[in-house]
């Protein structure tokens, strides 16, 4: 059986710019070295990582201007099957920079081009054509200033209603309303969960209330990072933690997105939770210790996976939510030996 379909949404998307400074102070040139240019956004992200896995994944995001057209030729370069759609005004740039000196990161992240509703309305339509039942449909990233803040909640229900899963990787206003569809994946940090909550979030216990509070509001699965403390996966079955392994980060960017991109790869696959976990974890540590604006890689994926610790908190009888078969062995059955003859880069 084929692998099930992933389409990516990304309606707010950037050209990222990388660097590195021996320090950062104001009123001065920096002078900066290793300078890369990357494809940006949650939904191009999600993508790549998961055109690294071997998957076929289409990805849909807007285009303007001549930071436009280095976004798509950046997009194709990696091997990743993409619709741009032409848009008004120009594509963002995004920069990060590293200050060697101490270790920080600096990032400055713009708010992007204005968007028409026509605009919004050509790419989610076109993400929408291209799903089919039990297919994906991940939309991940801020919207572009105009957007309405019920995007997502109009993409959740329609892609239900094509008979596709739906993850979502949202933030603010656009997250709160969507919160009313059907999603079959929501992906949140630790400070997004506490803003939905409106309340602290002291411990692990405290987490893992506020996520089963999402699920009564029709989520199926809700996906919890907390940086250095690893990660939760909650359902009405079960609650989940995975401790991450010990690692240096070298930079924070692309971790959600590598996160929530193994995540779905394995859940599409069909492996079980918790197996989806600990790949996850792993993926978000293996972009953790990426240079840069770069993203997780499959051997560091595979080198870290052994050292995520996934524990069951609690566990109920229930339905767990049908996925599609699996065509084949789930990233746990991989050894390194095999991990090898995998694609490890877009192309390899």
Known sequence: MRQPLIVTLTLNPAVDLSGEAEKVVPEHKLRCKNERHDPGGGGINVARVLRRLGADPLAVFPVGGAVGGRLENLVKNEGVRHAAIPAGGETRENITVLESTTGRE?????????????????????????????????????????????????????????????????????????????????????????????????????CVAAATALLNAGVGMVAVTRARKGALLVSDGFALEAVAPPIEPISTVGAGDSFLAVLI????????????????????????????????????????????????????????????????????????DRARLLPLTPHG
Not at 153 to 162: D, E, G, H, T
Not at 287 to 310: C, D, F, K, Y
């Open 265 to 336: 790869w394995e859940l599409a696959r069909q492996s079980s939770p918790e197996e989806a976990l600990r790949s996850a974890v792993a993926a978000g540590s293996a972009a953790l210790v990426a240079p840069g604006t770069e993203l997780s890689r499959p051997e560091v994926i595979w080198h870290l996976r052994p050292g995520v610790q996934v524990s069951t908190l609690s566990q109920r009888p229930s339905s767990i939510l049908p996925m599609p078969m699996p065509p084949g062995s789930t990233l746990c059955e991989l050894s390194q």
């Open 106 to 206: 600096y990032r400055f992240l713009f708010p992007g081009q204005a968007l028409s509703t026509w605009d919004i309305k050509k790419c989610c339509d076109t993400a929408l054509f291209s799903v089919t039942r039990n297919s994906w449909l991940i939309a991940s990233g801020s919207l572009p200033p105009g957007g309405a803040i019920d995007t997502y909640a109009v993409l959740a229900r329609k892609a239900a209603s094509a008979g596709a899963f739906f993850a979502l990787d949202a933030s603010g206003a656009p997250l709160q309303e969507a919160l009313a569809a059907p999603i079959t994946v929501l992906k949140l940090n630790e400070a997004e969960l506490q803003s939905l909550s409106g309340s602290p979030l002291p411990d692990t216990a405290a």
